[in-house]
């Protein structure tokens, strides 16, 4: 059901047009003034607003301006019992979707909100199929912390540097790794994955490396190896920290070479990869421990890129569980839920030890187990 706010300073025209919209199954809601117009639109995503112009204190103009830099969604249809054309083009080249006069015409009232409808669905789509498209998900924060690591990726990124991403499970050390090769020459390129705790130790060469056919059992037909794969584009080994001694050795090796050799082969393959790596471990601790080369770990160090804990910056939760919200909403196909400011506060309170991952969670356990506001009381029931 599409919602609808109607921002207006006569409570006479504000009921007459909730009623009609409302017989029309639309969901409505109603702000008395601009201010509390943009609170609402604050809290709650509208799919049409309908905003009146002449206002006291705070005009229809002066809103959708203000709703425009807040980058707030929703298609803006303007109405006015004074207008004029320099007023409608005026609201227009501000982002607003249309402008009518009151006392409105019904037919094209309705019309007007179901062509704003169709832009909004556009939009919408349009925005998911860049977002698969592109396949990096943006960094959400505005944290010091976080701050930080977007202006490393922003000045490596470019470069052929390698890079060491270090930090908690959980804290996005993967998207660090995307956007690292969404801004660099090599975006074109493949970027390939391997999760080196995912793979049996046994199997981790012949995954990196590729095999012959014949090299073992197993080895019915020949098989390219991740380096391969990745071949004019970036490599990215996952949690690095848990590759086996003698794959450790082979990956130094194509470092140092930009050569591979296929498992049970003996012909030299070049490969040209930008080679970046990911850990939650201490790796200093592991060379002291003679779990990890200390001759690999500076060949892939060369920029350390540390992604903060949650709890290193909390002031970025807000940010976070609103894009969780409209992904949610998203992906449910549902009316995206709104939150108040003491379920922020509560959620700011808890540690997080599963940082973003654990925050992304809890999100959609309260969207699910909750009313159309999550409350305070909400998060200390399911958090």
């Known amino acids: 059901m599409a919602k609808i706010l109607i921002i207006d300073d006569e409570r006479a025209i504000r009921g007459s047009l909730k009623e009609i919209l409302e017989y029309e199954k639309y969901k409505v809601d109603e ?92 939009v919408a789509e349009t925005k998911i199929l860049r977002k698969k498209i592109s396949g990096v998900v943006e960094i959400v924060g505005e944290s010091s912390a976080i701050d930080e690591v977007k202006k490393t990726i922003e000045r490596v990124a470019p470069t052929e540097a390698r890079v060491l991403i270090t930090g908690p499970n959980g804290t996005g050390k993967e998207l660090v790794a995307k956007w690292l090769h969404a801004m660099s020459n090599r975006a074109t390129g ?29 080895a019915i037909k020949q098989k390219k190896g991740r380096f391969e794969q990745a071949h004019g584009g970036t490599l990215f080994l996952d949690e690095i920290g848990d590759m086996s001694l003698s794959a450790q050795a082979k990956v130094l090796r194509a470092l140092q070479e930009h050569n591979i050799t296929r498992v049970g082969g003996d012909k030299s393959i070049s490969v040209d990869v930008r080679v970046v790596a990911a850990t939650n471990k ?102």
């Open 282 to 383: 201490d790796l200093k601790k592991e060379i002291e421990e003679g779990n990890f080369r200390e001759d690999l770990y500076h060949r892939l160090s060369v920029i350390l890129i540390h992604v903060p804990s949650l709890k290193e910056r909390k002031d970025d939760i807000p940010l976070l569980v609103d894009k969780f919200l409209n992904d949610i909403a998203q992906e449910y196909g549902a009316p995206r839920k709104s939150i108040t400011e003491d379920a922020l506060e509560g959620l700011k309170a808890f540690e997080w030890t599963g940082n973003i991952r654990e925050l992304r969670n809890v999100v959609e356990r309260l969207v699910i187990m909750c009313d159309a506001e999550i409350s305070g009381n909400d998060v200390a029931k399911y958090a």
């Open 31 to 122: 702000a008395e003034d601009g201010e509390d117009g943009l609170k609402k639109l604050s809290k709650d995503n509208y799919d049409v607003v309908l905003l009146d112009i002449k206002m006291p204190q705070m005009d229809g103009i002066e809103v959708l301006q203000k709703a425009m830099e807040a980058g707030y969604s929703g298609q803006f249809i303007m109405v006015s019992a004074h207008g004029s054309i320099e007023t409608a083009v005026e609201a227009t080249k501000m982002g607003a979707f249309d402008f009518i006069e009151k006392p409105p015409d019904l037919n094209r009232l309705l019309v007007t909100i179901k062509n704003a409808l169709d832009k909004s669905d556009l």
């Open 190 to 218: 493949p970027l390939v994955e391997v999760n080196c705790a995912a793979i049996p130790s046994e199997l981790i060469e012949s995954e990196l490396f590729g095999h012959e056919k014949g090299s073992f059992t197993s």
